[in-house]
């Protein structure tokens, strides 16, 4: 295995900074929508009503909605998860 040897700091700092972009976590940037409930409702598969009722103020729905009024701005993919957890609760 070769051995990096630095002449200054310089150079070792540089070093490090090509090391830690390596290992950097890559996250995707989730898409925000801003759309109606009823569009939404529509997207998901669920009825309006019962997107209203249960879904829209439950906790673990309201931490990727940013508000709720006529539109909701929502993350699209963990919006969409934990719609999924919430519809699996009340399945059972």
Not at 60 to 65: G, I, M
């Amino acid at each position: 295995m070769p051995m990096f040897v630095a002449e200054n700091e310089e150079q070792l700092l540089e070093v490090f900074k090509k090391v830690a972009k390596q290992i950097q976590p890559h996250q995707e940037k989730d898409e925000r929508l801003y759309l109606s409930v009823k569009d939404f409702a529509k997207d998901t598969g669920i009825s309006e009503t019962f997107l209203r009722t249960h879904i829209l103020y439950d906790d673990r729905f309201k931490r990727f909605v940013s508000q709720i009024d006529r539109k909701i701005y929502i993350k699209r993919h963990e919006g969409r998860r934990a719609l999924e957890k919430i519809m699996d609760d009340y399945r059972r």
